[in-house]
């Protein structure tokens, strides 16, 4: 599965963003995942493509939402009220054959470029 995700930016705190992911086929579950300078990456939500059953980490729960749109085999990481500590590149990423490990990186065998979220204070 290809991944291209895009809507990434500069904004100031208590913004919002949008990111999308377009993916080239389909997968169990996509995942959104982000880097902030000098950590690990951490995973940030997860959304199961035919049930559309949803998780967020609980640091975003409350300011973030994902869905999907099966028609345009496009994934949505909608940000709110965003903090300078969501800063960093987001990834979406593909895994194909589902697990109960959607938090983890391991599980998910594609990977979009990344794209680059500034939040400034």
């Known amino acids: 599965v290809q991944l291209q995700a895009s809507g990434g930016g500069l904004v100031q705190s208590g913004g919002s963003l949008r990111l999308s992911c377009v993916a080239s086929?389909?997968?169990?579950?996509l995942g959104w995942f982000r880097q902030a300078p000098g950590k690990a990456r951490e995973f940030v939500a997860a959304?199961?493509?035919?049930?559309?059953?949803?998780y967020l980490a609980d640091s975003v729960k409350g300011r973030f939402t994902i869905s999907r749109d099966n028609t345009k085999n496009t994934v949505f990481l909608q940000m709110n009220s965003l903090k300078p500590e969501d800063t960093g590149v987001y990834y979406c990423?593909?895994?194909?054959?589902?697990?109960?490990?959607?938090?983890?990186?391991?599980?998910?065998?594609?990977w979009g470029q990344g794209t680059q979220v500034t939040v400034s204070s």
């Open positions: 086929g389909r997968a169990y579950t």
């Open positions: 959304i199961v493509w035919r049930s559309g059953r949803s």
């Open positions: 990423a593909a895994d194909r054959a589902g697990s109960s490990f959607y938090y983890e990186m391991f599980e998910y065998e594609d």
